[in-house]
């Protein structure tokens, strides 16, 4: 069974400093792993998808990285602002008999002071 | 605009009471998904439907029902026999079952 792990589960960090969100899964026979964020009592934003064949995305500050082989990802955001102030969840799809389904971890809550 | 509309944003529920959370995308979207979330955890798949008339079991489909009548529709019911219905729940919508999710805003189930 897949199992999905977030460390921190919660990070405080002064305005304009670059952080790293940590992913972790147990079985890497993945078909893409896709970060989302969650502000307080509303649904899920897509950040960014990465397809198991790739190594990275990035889109504006965000940068998100796959190491299938050790069943890792990382979440870089660069400069962060307190706009960034959210729950971070990742999500793998893996593919079952019975259609491709997603697993979560339980969120990283940042929080960036002014 | 399109997106997915979840009603109400807030549900309370008496002991031994059906309730019913709506879920509406007008995406075109073949998949539609539904979560549950605790506080400190993840979310959790109840049901999932590929298309219109299908739907399979997620990991926690016990005491939820569900149908899936139209496209652009699935509501879920929370049954009598969900003994600890309180939670926040998410539905969702893909294009197709291995695409990348939408989700709406939620509704938040409490017991009275």
């Known amino acids: 069974k897949q199992e999905v792990t977030q460390i921190p589960a919660a990070l405080s960090v002064p305005e304009g400093e670059n952080l790293v969100l940590n992913c972790s899964f147990t079985?890497?026979?993945?078909?893409?792993l896709q970060w989302f964020r969650q502000d307080p009592g509303k649904g899920l934003t897509s950040l960014l998808l990465?397809?198991?064949?790739?190594r990275e995305q990035t889109s504006g500050r965000l940068n998100a990285s796959l190491d299938k082989s050790s069943g890792r990802s990382t979440l870089y955001i660069a400069a962060s602002q307190p706009g960034d102030s959210a729950t971070y969840l990742c999500?793998?799809?893996?593919?079952?008999?019975?259609?491709?389904?997603?697993?979560f971890g339980e969120g990283t809550q940042l929080t960036v002071n002014p | 605009d399109g997106g997915i509309t979840q009603s109400p944003k807030y549900l309370f529920r008496k002991e031994g009471q059906n309730v019913t959370l709506s879920c509406e995308q007008n995406?075109?979207?073949?998949?539609m998904y539904w979560y549950r979330q605790d506080p400190g955890q993840g979310l959790r798949l109840i049901y999932y439907s590929q298309i219109v008339n299908d739907f399979q079991k997620g990991d926690i489909a016990e005491g939820y029902s569900v149908s899936r009548e139209k496209k652009e529709s699935f509501p879920l019911t929370v049954t009598s026999a969900q003994k600890n219905p309180t939670a926040f729940y998410l539905c969702?919508?893909?294009?197709?079952?291995?695409?990348?999710?939408?989700f709406g805003d939620g509704t938040r189930l409490s017991i009275l």
């Open positions: 969702a919508s893909s294009l197709q079952g291995d695409q990348p999710q939408h």
């Open positions: 079985d890497s026979a993945i078909y893409n």
């Open positions: 990465i397809q198991s064949s790739q």
């Open positions: 999500a793998v799809r893996r593919v079952s008999t019975s259609g491709s389904r997603l697993t």
């Open positions: 995406l075109n979207h073949d998949a």
